[in-house]
């Protein structure tokens, strides 16, 4: 037996001998691998002859190292449990406390953005209470009012898709600030224009519509630049909650604001504070975390972090996405549809109630509704508040450990289900202060939607989220056209209210069951033909 190869088998023995790592101190395993690795140097040996105890030596490293953070813990048959309960318990460290949620960068944006979305609506329904004395200083008759009503959703159902596109291709900060501008600068214009021009009138109102067509694929776009997925329900439901105040706030400021300032009033205080809105946001606001400057570390690594595990999100370091979208590999997966559905009913069943439902009271109930509460602020409140509470719901649920893709279905069910058997309830309703009832809590569950659908979007196609949100929202335009002129027709053609309520009940308990089928949560591959994604 050569020299070096008793030491060797020396060693090999008493590598046998020594215990294992998992039931022994970690000094005593370092001190038995020193002492080892001092006599392999001592016999200088070559690496040929040592091969095999070397192979023995790394495979021994190799045990330390894989059992240094379980060192004196449970069974190796219980380390899978192990592992998730750490990371479940690390993940509750570093998710934030409330007041830290609430005072972070990232909250400053998503209020920005609520604030942009109540200016939206606040402008798109303030022609609704201007367009009585519009028409009696001017001579309109209904028809024409309606016409001139109408064609802000003309440029609105243009918009969307090329709005879309430009989002993803140049970010939600920008296209935000210049739609705001657009928008605002035709808010202001339009009493000048109907003074001097009914076409330039119509122009305006057009603008109006192009111009905000882009709100909500930009917010969509800045709420997956900021949010990481386990916060972006939430998120969401404070911009729409804005969006609902705005609605509210324009029906119940546009008089006050008449009164003091003639018919020019509303349109010029939204319109200066679009441009106020406009300047705040291009100073106070980043595209991305990482582009922020008053942004702490804390937050920036909690975003970085969190969004390293779930679906990744295009920054501007990252390769711009191309103008021309795919758009056959897009309409030809189901999630697609899904979502294209959605939007489409929840947009029907939206402006079934904002166009239709004092009509309906009127001449169902006998309401007078210049002085009826439900139909100014109530429901609107409501919906805001709902906005929040289930887009935290929504949150809460993901965080608990159910799967994403089950939640937004979740969602989409209580958005869907929920309003279908509350217009049920109305229809059958024998009293106003029932049927109202019935309408409030439909429009409080119909917010559920905001954290299905509408979320939904970011994450399917982190890269085309913003013309997917285009595309739903050309869609659902279209539908709140159909839906708007059909009840009409459909009243005059059956002589019942109440049955297009029941139709409109079918129609989400339908899309509820579509959703549920077709949509998932998982990202979907658009620019792979062969890729097939799992519907469930």
């Not at 210049?178 to 021009?197: D, I, Q």
């Not at 119509?202 to 917010?219: K, N, W």
């Not at 809590?441 to 949100?469: C, D, M, R, T, W």
């Amino acid at each position: 037996m050569s020299l070096f190869s008793a030491p060797a088998l020396g060693g090999a023995a008493a590598l046998k001998a020594i215990p294992s790592p998992q039931k022994n101190h970690r000094t005593r395993t370092s001190d038995q691998l020193y002492l080892l690795s001092s006599q392999i140097h001592w016999l200088n040996a070559s690496p040929s002859s040592l091969r095999p105890l070397r192979s023995v030596q790394q495979r021994l490293r190799v045990r330390v190292s894989s059992n240094d953070a379980h060192f004196n813990s449970i069974p190796d048959k219980n380390e899978p449990y192990n592992q998730k309960r750490q990371q479940q318990q690390q993940q509750q460290q570093l998710e934030p406390s409330f007041t830290e949620f609430i005072t972070s960068e990232r909250v400053k944006v998503v209020a920005m953005l609520a604030l942009a979305l109540a200016l939206c609506n606040a402008d798109r329904v303030v022609m609704s209470v201007a367009i009585v004395p519009l028409s009696l200083a001017n001579g309109w008759s209904r028809a024409f009012a309606g016409v001139v009503q109408s064609s802000f959703l003309w440029g609105y159902f243009a918009s969307p898709i090329a709005g879309g596109m430009l989002v993803d291709h140049y970010g939600g900060k920008v296209v935000m600030a210049w739609g705001v501008a657009l928008w605002s600068l035709a808010t202001f214009l339009t009493p000048f224009a109907a003074e001097n021009s009914l076409l330039a009138l119509l122009a305006v109102r057009a603008l109006l519509g192009i111009a905000e067509g882009v709100a909500l694929p930009s917010m969509n776009n800045m709420v997956a630049r900021w949010f990481p997925q386990t916060e972006r329900a939430r998120a969401v439901g404070i911009s729409m909650a804005g969006f609902q105040l705005g609605c509210a706030l324009g029906l119940s400021l546009s008089p006050i604001l008449m009164s003091q300032g003639g018919i020019f009033g509303p349109f010029v205080i939204f319109g200066l504070s679009g441009f106020l809105w406009v300047l705040v946001w291009l100073s106070a606001t980043s595209s991305t975390p990482d582009q922020s400057p008053q942004i702490s570390q804390y937050e920036l690594e909690y975003i970085l972090n969190k969004r390293q595990n779930s679906v990744a999100v295009e920054t501007a370091k990252t390769k711009k996405v191309k103008v021309i979208p795919p758009f056959r590999r897009l309409f030809s997966k189901m999630p697609t549809w899904s979502l294209i559905v959605a939007n489409s009913m929840h947009s029907w069943g939206f402006f079934i109630v904002l166009s239709w439902m004092p009509i309906y009271f009127n001449s169902v109930y006998h309401v007078d509704l210049r002085h009826a509460a439900w139909f100014s602020a109530v429901p609107w409140a409501v919906m805001a508040i709902m906005n929040y509470m289930s887009g935290l719901l929504s949150d809460m649920m993901i965080q608990s450990g159910t799967s994403v893709t089950l939640t937004r279905k979740i969602m989409q069910t209580i958005g869907f289900v929920g309003p279908g058997v509350c217009l049920i309830g109305l229809a059958t309703a024998k009293n106003p202060s029932v049927g109202a009832a019935w309408l409030t809590v439909a429009f409080g569950l119909k917010s559920f939607s905001h954290s299905g659908f509408l979320v939904n979007l970011q994450e399917i196609a982190p890269k085309y989220s913003g013309v997917l949100h285009g595309i739903s929202n050309t869609a659902a335009t279209l539908a709140a056209i159909i839906g708007t002129v059909g009840a009409g027709y459909f009243v005059e053609l059956v002589g019942s209210f109440p049955g297009f309520l029941w139709l409109t009940s079918l129609l989400y308990f339908l899309s509820a069951l579509f959703y549920c089928l077709f949509s998932t949560a998982e990202r979907v591959n658009f620019d792979d033909p062969a890729f097939q994604v799992s519907l469930y």
